[in-house]
């Protein structure tokens, strides 16, 4: 048990010590409320730094509650203003001033219109990060950082081998048609438009 105890001590006659008197409160279930809420508080910190990706939380006011150290790492040429506290318009600047992924998915002039988007893209050098932010109960916000270079690394390897293989056939000197299971005309070279296009006008047309 926690208890609390405040008294004064009592004096008789001729000044003799009778004792004191005070009271006395048992604090057993708010000692318990706070340790439950600090072991809480510990789980949820524990939880944040065990994310892979950069994690960020707001406040109402749009200031910094906590970052993970993933966001830190990621962001080390901000991370003297990545305190609790700080608003997110000086992160934003800082972030501009020192080339850093910018902290939100959208400007801060654009937050708070309605519809507006959520979700965007920012390039750090040869790196690339999605940066995704839901707004709270409480009006505050969460913002995640994803690496996605691997994504876009990959995006622009098909976009290549697309292009290569729609130049290989646009070159050949025989026409090429493709049609799907259902029969659907695909894909087609400009050689078999030349052969077709006055015997049948009009009739090629993807799906």
Known sequence: HHISLSGLPVFGEGGRFAGYRGIGRDL??????????AF???????????IPECFMLLDSED????????????????APWLVGGTPLSDIYRV?????????????????????????GEARLGDRWFQISEKRTLDGGSVVVQTEITALK????????????????????????????KNLHLRVWNEKLYDIFRDLVPGQLRVG
Do not use: W
């Open 153 to 180: 690394r990959r995006e622009h390897e098909l976009a290549e081998k697309s292009a290569l293989l729609d130049a290989t056939l646009q070159s050949m000197q025989q026409g090429l048609v493709v049609y799907d």
């Open 40 to 50: 809480a508080q510990t789980r949820l910190i524990e939880a944040i730094e065990s």
């Open 95 to 119: 972030s501009e001033e020192r080339g850093a992924v910018r902290p939100a998915a959208i400007s801060l002039t654009e937050r708070f219109k309605p519809g507006a988007p959520h979700v």
């Open 28 to 37: 057993t279930l708010l000692v318990r409320a706070e340790q439950h809420a």
């Open 63 to 78: 200031r910094l509650v906590l970052c993970n150290s993933r966001y830190r790492e990621v962001n080390a040429a901000i």
